[in-house]
């Protein structure tokens, strides 16, 4: 079983950026597709990224095409989201999950909060 944790939440103003992160312990990280997904206060869970297990595939939210760029470092068991030019509905609490490439079996981590505000 995977556990997650998830870092670089903020507060930065619209037009900015941030970097998260999130790090894999407990499995092998390179049996798992993995995937950002946000909540804001009163929505449901939006899919961001997603990348498949090899770093070969990624898909993106609509919503984020041409912002923001997942990606993973197996070596790290790592993998980032890179926003850029952030907007005040980008603000939502980010989620990691790890889904097993043969299971199906789906894990998350706890979740890191992004405030865009002026």
């Known amino acids: 079983q995977v556990q997650l944790v998830e870092s670089g939440g903020g507060l930065v103003q619209p037009g900015g950026s941030l970097r998260l992160s999130c790090a894999a312990s407990?499995?092998?990280?390179?049996?798992?597709?993995m995937n950002w997904y946000r909540q804001a206060p009163g929505k449901e869970h939006e899919l961001v990224a997603r990348?498949?297990?090899?770093?070969?595939?990624?898909v993106y939210g609509d919503s984020v095409k041409g912002r923001f760029t997942i990606s993973r470092d197996n070596a790290k068991n790592t993998v980032y989201l890179q926003m850029n030019s952030l907007k005040p509905e980008d603000t939502a609490v980010y989620y990691c999950k790890a889904t097993h490439y043969y299971s199906r079996n789906d894990y998350w981590g706890q979740g890191t909060q992004v405030t865009v505000s002026s």
């Open positions: 990348i498949n297990s090899t770093g070969s595939s990624t």
């Open positions: 407990g499995g092998v990280f390179g049996n798992y597709h």
